[in-house]
């Protein structure tokens, strides 16, 4: 079975452009979540989405958005880089939403992420 | 204790001894906490979870011990094999009750085990 994967794997972008991240979740999994690792750190919430819908967003700025398509797979987009934004994007996918009363994180599956280096 | 910027903290443990990783976390609401595995190159795997109603969990070769007084989690791991070097993060969330929650992650420990 395949897990969780993400594109690119590596990109280079320069201050002020666009870059959009896409994920294909596990077959059969609805929910996808998006986050935000910055070297040396843990993961920071961006995004989550069930069915197409938001769900849940973190404290970032609008610069971000997201969207998830009819067949789960979702995009993270990021407008007007800024050197700050230099991490690694980590999409997460899951059956349901986790997080709600008897449904375990650990039913939530990482993808490898893409790192996104901005010059 | 948590690191801030690039210096996560560091342990470093022989091939066969017992290993502790410690976490504090800050949110008196969180009440569900996890710890992850992340290994170069790859996305956070889930070890292990605890809700707020116990205090010690156990899995294969690992434990998890929550003191909610102090606010503080551990993972401890028996006979740590050349496998389990990686970054280990805790991870809380306020529980489910009809809506979706979301993890707030630590900033992770290095284990290096040694030969």
């Known amino acids: 079975d395949a897990g969780v994967t993400q594109s690119p794997t590596h990109l280079i972008k320069t201050r002020g452009q666009h870059v959009t991240l896409r994920c294909s979740p596990i077959s059969g999994h609805k929910s996808v979540s998006w986050y935000q690792q910055v070297l040396g750190q843990g993961p920071q919430f961006i995004f989550q989405?069930?069915?197409?819908?938001?769900?849940g967003r973190g404290n970032f700025p609008d610069r971000f958005s997201a969207r998830q398509f009819p067949n789960y797979s979702s995009e993270l987009n990021v407008n007007a880089l800024l050197l700050g934004d230099s991490a690694l994007y980590l999409c997460?996918?899951?059956?349901?939403?986790?997080?709600?009363?008897?449904?375990?994180?650990?039913?939530?599956?990482f993808g490898p992420g893409t790192r996104l280096t901005v010059l | 204790g948590e690191s801030v910027g690039l210096h996560l903290p560091t342990l470093s443990v022989q091939e066969g001894d017992n290993s502790i990783i410690n976490c504090a976390y800050s949110?008196?609401?969180?009440?569900?906490f996890i710890w992850y595995k992340q290994e170069s190159g790859k996305g956070p795997q889930f070890i292990i979870d605890?809700?707020?109603n116990m205090d010690k969990r156990q899995g294969q070769r690992v434990t998890v011990l929550l003191n909610k007084t102090v606010k503080h989690l551990s993972l401890q791991i028996a006979a740590t094999q050349p496998g389990d070097s990686a970054v280990y993060f805790c991870?809380?969330?306020?529980w489910g009750s009809g809506s979706a929650r979301q993890l707030t992650f630590g900033s992770g420990t290095q284990l290096t085990v040694l030969p």
């Open positions: 605890i809700r707020s």
């Open positions: 991870a809380e969330t306020p």
């Open positions: 949110n008196s609401a969180s009440d569900y």
């Open positions: 997460a996918s899951s059956l349901v939403l986790p997080g709600l009363a008897g449904v375990n994180y650990n039913e939530q599956f």
């Open positions: 989405y069930y069915e197409k819908e938001e769900r």
